[in-house]
């Protein structure tokens, strides 16, 4: 038995040989299948005529290819059928040989042969299955793509009808228009050449509009005879597109393109966009281009035209840019580079929504006239006993409550002449100044300072008279020294308010801040505290352990941990609010002196505080302020070139000699202060340049520094740290630390005296009038000379007038009594002078004998 896989043979089985193949008799087809995407493939199929063998012929019926296997094994089974009974039943097989005539006897099959028969009718039975599941699903498939190859066609002819009546209304309609036209108008006026366009026109313009309409759909294919050029349905797949009958054709995407490359992108211009550009003052291409929503090239484009060659990352004008959006059609608003401070500060609030605050009280006056002790006594504080020398060196602020139960703002200043600004600021952020002036001492300088500093800030004046404890304490004095001052206090019939304190006794204390209360009262003090804080920085340093922290006086607003401020050129979220008792506080409402925590860098004093909204504005802002510093800075370090004066007064000081600093102070009030001091020691021949000052310890890097720029390092209230101090042994540079400003200012003021040119000074010793003059083998021309007063000596500076007039300047060479060497010749007496590298001496000259000393110069 053999069995081979072939289409054209089929499996036969005969009752006197073996189980073999034999050729049948084949009918061949050719059936043309239509898939997607327009392919096409043609089909080969095979129809076979069965025979069927038995008592009476039957009919031969064709089978197809695809029923061929299923035939072959209904075949097989039919002549395996009688093999299970030949051994059963073995004399049958005589009884059956009268009907073959042929007279062969079958032989009985063997346990293998009934095997591999059972096995080709098991394999038979499972390819007929599957067949008939292929069949099935193609025939589904089928079915399917019939249906939308139908609806297809049925949309086609949807669209092609409604296109035919559309077409044949407006043709109807414009035949009825031009019936009316000719009736009115007469047909003469109307044909004009060029204007008539025949049907055929009409149907080639109408024609391009129908396929750009139904451009997305699918064409759909007649069912028969496709068109030459129309796409053909059916499944894509790896044999259909590697058969050789398949036919390429135009996808529908490439009939679009060739449709677009026909009518020439007959895209419909879109609509122009307005747009409102801001503009900087400077602004680069691309950031102008997205703006305006443009091309960076368009950009380019125009600036070419305009005679400028760019690139997109060049940076313009605002004026070009300007220029530029104007041309492209936008609306232009130009904005500066402060406008981000725009809207921080000094915003009006509604009346209604403005309450009470508390008032700002700022004690000034000379030094040591008991300002601190003063609100010491107020607040049962010791805080005048803390600082170094008994003197005030920083700006304090502190709250306390009044008798009244009111709450009264503090702000302590310093007394001494190096902190001005210090006062300045002072008076700037108060609402009432307390002038403190000592009974037994009177008005000094640094009073009419702070009278001055008040004048100005245009704030009242109560003025407190200390120390009347003391015997020699003179307040009448007190109030006539103020009257030279314009100050008229109310005991002489001024509107002054005054009061006599004592604080060591405390006595008066209570009626001193009822007279406060009562200003305030007068002063109808009120703010708006449901809005952004704003405030000022009363002093600032640097804690090691906590990092920059900044005294902050909130003037309008609330405070809160957590809001974005920015003061000067730093910014920071507020970490944590300390008040003066050193207690952390949620809130810092109007006229609440806190410590604000959380700032990237420590701010000056004086800058103003504003909380802001978010974290990109506050870091705007900073970064703006840090570049107008540096560019302040630069400027003043080279030098602008103004009036012929100002050049004159940089060529005086290119050659003075320059003290090189390095400051580093415990805040920066005090720092700001010592420069102001150094500053004021600088003439025109030497001055104190500070390199480098901040508020914090001596670092390593601030004795790199110093070494660099060859400049002396100086500490106020504040240590360097142990890497700076080993830096400093190793490169040989003096760290001097300090804690009284007057100790400062005093030793970098005989420093910088070191720094000055000595000054000659002359000293005449006597006279002397030559009376004959000799000639000496090997010394030359010698003076016989007599002193007439004074006294001469060797090695003196002499001068050589004849006629009143000065021939001669040097030093005597030898001076002789008789033929001795004399040190010195007193008057009366004669001797014998001989000048350095000078011998035109003449009997009348007089000879002024003088000694010149160097002198330091001091500041």
């Not at 040989?97 to 032989?107: D, E």
């Not at 409550?401 to 702000?411: A, V």
């Not at 001492?441 to 008279?465: L, R």
């Not at 004399?822 to 001797?831: K, L, M, N, S, T």
Request: charged share 30%; aromatic share 2%; proline share 4%.
């Amino acid at each position: 038995m053999t069995e081979t896989k072939n289409s054209g043979e089929k499996l036969s089985v005969s009752s006197t040989k073996t189980l073999t193949l034999k050729r049948g008799g084949v009918e061949q087809g050719v059936v043309r299948q239509s898939f997607s995407h327009g392919r096409s493939k043609a089909v080969v199929v095979e129809k076979v005529k069965r025979r069927v063998s038995g008592p009476g012929e039957v009919k031969a019926e064709t089978v197809p290819a695809a029923d061929r296997g299923a035939a072959t094994a209904k075949r097989v089974g039919a002549a395996a059928k009688p093999a299970p009974a030949a051994p059963s039943s073995p004399p049958l097989a005589p009884a059956a040989a009268p009907a073959r005539p042929s007279g062969v006897v079958l032989r009985t099959l063997t346990e293998e042969e009934r095997s591999a028969r059972a096995h080709a009718l098991a394999d038979a039975r499972l390819r007929e299955a599957e067949e008939r599941k292929t069949a099935e699903e193609e025939a589904r498939i089928r079915l399917t793509r019939e249906e939308s190859e139908r609806a297809d066609r049925v949309a086609a002819e949807t669209r092609k009808r409604d296109e035919e009546e559309r077409r044949k209304h407006d043709e109807e309609t414009k035949r009825k228009a031009d019936e009316v036209a000719k009736r009115r108008f007469g047909a003469d006026t109307l044909v004009k050449p060029g204007t008539a366009r025949p049907a055929l026109e009409a149907e080639e313009e109408e024609a391009p509009r129908s396929a750009r309409r139904g451009l997305l759909a699918r064409p759909a294919p007649a069912p028969k005879a496709p068109r030459v050029g129309e796409k053909r349905r059916g499944r894509l797949t790896v044999v259909t597109a590697l058969s050789a009958d398949d036919i390429r054709e135009r996808s529908v995407a490439s009939f679009r393109r060739r449709v677009q490359r026909m009518t020439g992108h007959r895209d419909e211009p879109k609509e122009k966009i307005a747009r409102e550009v801001t503009i900087p003052e400077t602004i680069t291409i691309q950031e102008l281009a997205n703006r305006m929503a443009e091309r960076g090239v368009d950009v380019i484009r125009i600036l070419m035209q305009q005679g400028h060659m760019a690139k997109i990352t060049d940076t313009i004008d605002a004026d070009t840019a300007q220029l530029i959006a104007e041309e492209l059609g936008h609306t232009v608003r130009r904005v500066a580079e402060s406008d981000v401070e725009e809207g921080m500060f000094d915003t009006p609030d509604a009346p209604e929504n403005l309450l009470p605050r508390a008032p700002v009280v700022t004690i000034m006056g000379h030094v040591d006239h008991g300002k601190t002790s003063l609100l010491d006594a107020i607040r049962s504080t010791d805080v005048a006993a803390a600082e170094a020398g008994g003197i005030t060196q920083h700006i304090g602020a502190y709250q306390v409550t009044s008798p009244s139960g009111g709450r009264i703002t503090f702000i302590d200043t310093p007394g001494h002449a190096a902190f001005t600004a210090m006062r300045a600021r002072g008076a700037k952020i108060t609402d009432i100044v307390i002038l403190v002036v000592a009974a037994d001492d009177g008005v000094m300088p640094q009073t009419v300072e702070a009278i001055h500093h008040a004048k100005a800030a245009k704030v009242p004046i109560i003025v407190a008279i200390n120390k009347i404890d003391k015997a020699d304490a003179k307040p009448e004095r007190v109030r006539t020294e103020l009257l030279q001052h314009e100050i008229q206090v109310e005991s002489l019939g001024g509107d002054t308010l005054e009061v006599e304190v004592s604080a060591k006794e405390k006595r008066n204390l209570d009626r001193l801040l009822d007279i406060i209360a009562l200003q305030a009262e007068v002063l109808e003090l009120k703010s708006n505290p449901n809005r952004a804080a704003e405030g000022t920085v009363i002093e600032a340093r640097l804690d090691r352990g906590r990092g920059p922290v900044a005294t902050v006086l909130v003037q309008r607003g609330t405070l809160k941990p957590g809001d974005v401020v920015v003061a000067g050129s730093e910014w920071g979220r507020v970490r944590a609010l300390v008040s003066d008792t050193g207690h952390s506080v949620v809130a810092a409402g109007p006229s609440m002196p806190v410590e604000v925590l959380g700032f990237n860098g420590t701010p000056e004093a004086s800058d103003r505080l504003a909380a802001v909204e978010t974290e990109a504005r506050a870091r705007e802002i900073a970064d703006y302020r840090s570049r107008q510093k540096r560019e302040i800075m630069a400027a003043r370090q080279t030098g602008m070139r103004g009036s012929l004066e100002q050049m004159m007064s940089q060529l005086k000081a290119a050659g003075r000699k320059e003290f090189p600093l390095i400051i580093k102070g415990d805040v920066q009030g005090s720092i700001e202060a010592i420069v102001g001091a150094l500053e004021k020691l600088s003439t025109e021949e030497v001055a104190a340049r500070v390199i480098f000052s901040g508020a914090g310890g001596i670092t390593e890097s601030d004795v790199t520094l110093a070494q660099a720029s060859n400049a002396a390092v100086i500490g106020f209230n504040v240590r360097a740290h142990k890497e700076a101090r080993e830096a400093a042994e190793q490169a040989g540079i003096e760290i001097r630390y300090y804690n009284i400003i007057y100790d400062l200012v005093d030793d970098v003021k005989k420093a910088m005296s070191g720094l000055l040119a000595p000054t000659l000074r002359e000293t005449m010793l006597g006279n002397a009038t030559i009376i004959e003059v000799f000639k000496v083998s090997k010394v030359g021309n010698v003076a016989g000379c007599r002193v007439t007063d004074g006294v001469v000596e060797r090695g003196a500076n002499v001068r050589l007038i004849r006629d009143s007039v000065v021939v001669h300047q040097g030093k005597l060479s030898q001076l002789k009594r008789f033929k001795d060497d004399a040190r010195e010749v007193v008057a009366g007496q004669e001797c014998g002078m001989a000048f350095e590298n000078y011998q035109d001496m003449k009997v009348g000259d007089v000879i002024e004998c003088y000694r010149v000393e160097t002198v330091q110069r001091t500041l």
